[in-house]
Structures are given as C-alpha cells and as structure tokens.
C-alpha cells in the first residue's frame, strides 16, 4: 500500500448513489467519507419528497445497501409499491446513513466548492495520476483523497426558462415569481398557488406532476388557474405512451394530464418558447414567442419553471474531463442516453469504463453522469458505483462484469404520432430499462425554430 492508497475515498453527495457507493466502499473494506452539503441523508429527494417515484421499491434499492441493512434486522418495503421521495428518504435512505458502518464517516453541510489535485492545476501532468486530490468545502475546509465519486446530483442547478438555453430577459429580476420545479403544490406551497393563475414552463414528467396538483387544487379552489406552455406543437411526448409504458403510473399520468387539458381545465399553450417576465402590479407578466417570430403576452401570479436540470461540472473546472459536447455526459456514455435520439429510457449495462475521463479516479456518477438527459434512473447509478467501487478496490473482473437489474426491453412500442420507422431502440436489443412506450427521440418531436428573415442557406460558414 502507498500513502496514496490510505487516504479516503471521498464521495460527494449523501443522495440513493452516494450512499450507495458508501455501502460498497464499505464492503470492499475501502476508507471513505461522504460529503453532503444539506443537513440530512437524501436532502435533494427530500425536496421533492411530496412526489410519488414511478418505480417501485424493488429497483430502488442497492444491493450492497441492502445487504448492510439486512445484517441490522432492517424491515424492506413492500418491493412491488411506490414510495414518495420522503419515504424513500425515511423507509430507506435515512436508515442507511445511520447505520454504524456508514455513520461515521459522513459530514453534513459539507458543500463541495471546488476539486483539484494537490499541488498541480490543470496543465500539469507529471506525477498526476499518482497525487492526491485536494476539495475545498464552502466554509474553507480543505480534504486530501485517493479518488472522488461525484454523485452530487442536478437538482440545485435547474436548466433556466429561455428557450436558447439563457435565461429569459428579466428572469433573474423576476425571481420572486418563479418556482423550482415541483413545488408541493398540494402541502406545503399550496397557500402560493390557491386562487392564483400559474403558468408552467417545460414538458417533461416535473411539469406534468406540477399540473395535475394544480388542476386538483383548481377543482376545489375558486379562481384557481392553470396554463401550460410547451415548444412543441403538441404535448404527444409529455402525454407519454399510456399502457405501453412499463411502469403503469408513468404511463398513468399523461392520461391524466390529457383529459386535464381535453376537459380546459387546463390551458395549452403549444409551439411556444419564453422570451421575457417583467413584473407587473404584484403580478409576472410573460413575454411567450411562437416559431414564426410573432408574439404574445401572459399575465399570470406564479410560473413554474419545470425544463430540466443540467450538471454543474464548475466544481471541477481543474480536473481534467473529457465531456460530450451535447449532455456534458462522459463521450461513452452520451450516445446510449442522448434525448435526440432516445425516448426509452433504456440504456446498456455500464460501469467504470464507460464513466472514464482522462482524471484518473475521478468518476461522475448517478444523476450527474447522465448531465442533460432525463432518463436517469437509481438502478442504473448503484451498478455505476458497484462496478466503479470494485475497478478503486483492484477487482476489474467485477468491475467490467457490468448487469443492470432492470427489465431488458428491447424496443420501445409506441402509440404517439411517430412513424415506426423512427423507432428508438430497434438498435439496441441489450438496453435495459423501464421503457416509456414512446419511440424516437426529441428529434421525433420538432419545435418550432424562430425565423430569422436572412438567414444563409448553408449555415454560418457557407461554401
Ligand atoms: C421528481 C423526481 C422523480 C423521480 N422518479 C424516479 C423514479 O421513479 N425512479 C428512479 O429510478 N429515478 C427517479 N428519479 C431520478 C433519480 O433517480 C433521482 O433524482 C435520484 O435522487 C438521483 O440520485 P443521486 O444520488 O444521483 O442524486 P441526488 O438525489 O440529487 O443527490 C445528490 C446529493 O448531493 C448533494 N450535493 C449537491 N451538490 C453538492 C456539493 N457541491 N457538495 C456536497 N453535496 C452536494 C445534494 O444535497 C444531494 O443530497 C426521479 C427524480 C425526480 C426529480
């Protein structure tokens, strides 16, 4: 053993994968701390605590976790149900972190700030692979580690509501207007939203669950409102592919979610992106753009900003990544999960190999390593950790000897508008996923691009 192979492995975030990479470090007898910037296990999921996951307990939990959990007399979830994420946190995350082997050597609000290896910043090569790396906390704490597993998550950096991927002009202004995806429409922000108009931005699976609360609030609050706007010019995708999903409350959902919109009780508004909020009399009012350059304004009290989340990779600007210029994914990785192309949200089985940068030992992991794409879920991160665990304990036959218990589906069956010959996964018979019944990717589902009137014909570099 070297000096190096003593000091801890240090992982950053206490959420499903970080615990989960703890519970193997554990067992392959590895130090290790975890460091989590909130003040409880799961502090990402316990935000969204009020929302049911769509799979059910039996995919959600981590072998090695459970293993540990087991040993101590823990009582598992019925594996069939669906757990909130405050059960999740509670039922099964809590319990983990509390466990001797784990308790130990986590730190809570410990916000990771920065990474880099100690002594040498990103230019320098010689004696890289064999330093240590050094992470700042937020409160100036300094730690030494053999390898990081960064399994912080997306849910603290929200993609912002301008279509361009900036924000809108007056977002920041307008901040006191706007909410993070999935608010507790229903609990704990429901005085926000009762007799209120609210607009929700984004078409993914957070904006249908935030419009089927408010929907349900509007039913029995007067003057409650409810407007959606997607760019799409149609909501084929968020409305999903109903009994061909794998997972039936998924599927369930966007059947909810159209007969929302069929009966009006909820305001659609297609092809259309978000230019400007400008706060108005108590009130937002939203500047929305359609494809052909024209506009229109909304007036409403709250607007939602339910449009994904993307990887903060600034806290390691000093490693060296080799990322995927479209997700911010590893180049491994991005092909197998890219939106463009997948719906399925299935994807091969992989491990450490495919997690790789040119930073040895640095392994994003969980919903980080999926950077933009949405399709992430738990199962796939603790194989992620179990195999990148077995590659930092030496063990490379279990490392590569990647499986993913989920069901191997295959082709993703359709009932949306796509034409079979864009089917998703036709090529890629090993994917292993709970798929969503839709086929083909956001490149199936175009939206409307705003006109310029003199646009080249060849792009910006024409021949
Ligand atoms: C509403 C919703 C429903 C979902 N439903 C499902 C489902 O049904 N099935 C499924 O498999 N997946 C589901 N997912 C996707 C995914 O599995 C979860 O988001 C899961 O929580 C990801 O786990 P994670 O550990 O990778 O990240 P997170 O749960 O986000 O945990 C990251 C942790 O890192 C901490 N952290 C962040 N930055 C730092 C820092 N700089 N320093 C220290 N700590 C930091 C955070 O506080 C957090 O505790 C869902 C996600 C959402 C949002």
């Not at 995919?59 to 594996?79: C, F, H, K, S, T």
């Not at 259309?272 to 108005?280: E, I, M, N």
């Not at 490693?319 to 997700?327: A, E, G, I, N, T």
Request: glycine share 12%; hydrophobic share 40%.
């Amino acid at each position: 053993m070297t000096a190096l192979d003593d000091l801890p492995t240090i992982v950053i975030g206490a959420g499903p994968t970080g615990l989960a990479a703890a519970a193997h470090l554990h067992e392959r007898g590895l130090p290790f701390t975890v460091l989590e910037a909130g003040d409880t296990p799961g502090a990402a999921v316990r935000q969204w605590g009020h929302v049911r996951v769509f799979s059910p307990w039996r995919y959600n939990i981590d072998q090695a976790a459970r293993r540990l959990l087991d040993e101590a007399g823990w009582v598992a979830p019925d594996p069939g149900t669906l757990p909130t994420g405050a059960e999740l946190v509670d039922d099964y995350l809590r319990p983990l972190a509390q466990l001797p082997q784990l308790k130990p050597h986590v730190r809570y609000g410990a916000r990771v700030e920065a990474i880099s290896r100690l002594g040498l910043d990103r230019l320098r090569t010689a004696g890289r692979d064999t330093a240590p790396f050094l992470l700042r906390l937020a409160d100036g704490d300094e730690l030494v580690a053999r390898a990081v597993i960064d399994a912080s998550g997306t849910w603290s950096t929200p993609n912002v509501l301008g279509a361009s991927g900036l924000r809108a002009r007056g977002e920041a202004e307008a901040a006191a207007y706007l909410e993070h995806a999935l608010p507790d429409v229903l609990g704990a922000d429901r005085g926000r939203f009762v007799g209120r108009h609210t607009l929700v931005v984004g078409a993914g699976h957070s904006a249908a669950n935030t419009l089927l609360s408010l929907a349900e609030l509007a039913a029995v609050e007067a003057g409650t409102e409810v407007t959606w706007a997607i760019r799409a010019a149609a909501p084929t995708r968020t409305y999903g592919g109903g009994d061909a999903d794998a997972l039936p409350a998924r599927g369930a959902l966007g059947a909810r979610l159209r007969a929302h919109v069929d009966a009006g009780r909820i305001r659609l508004l297609t092809g259309f992106s978000v230019r400007a909020l400008t706060p108005t009399d108590g009130r937002v009012s939203v500047a929305l753009r359609h494809g052909d350059g024209s506009a229109e304004s909304i007036t409403v009290d709250r607007v939602v900003a339910a449009t994904g989340f993307r990887p903060d990779h600034g806290i390691a600007a000093e490693l060296r990544l080799d990322l995927d210029p479209v997700l911010g994914a590893t180049r491994a990785l991005a092909p197998l999960i890219d939106p463009n192309e997948h719906s399925c949200g299935t994807v091969p089985p992989h491990g450490v190999d495919v997690l790789a940068h040119p930073e040895h030992c640095y392994f994003a992991v969980g919903m980080k390593s999926y950077g933009r794409a949405p399709t992430f879920l738990m199962a796939t991160g603790y194989e992620q950790v179990r195999s990148v665990v077995a590659a930092l304990a030496g063990d490379w036959a279990a490392a590569r000897d990647v499986q993913l218990d989920l069901p191997e589906t295959g082709v993703c069956s359709s009932d949306s508008a796509v034409s079979a010959g864009d089917d998703c996964c036709g090529s890629q018979p090993t994917g292993r996923g709970l798929s969503t019944g839709i086929s083909g990717g956001l490149r199936s589902a175009p939206i409307s691009l705003v006109a310029l009137n003199a646009a080249p014909a060849g792009g910006c570099c024409a021949s």
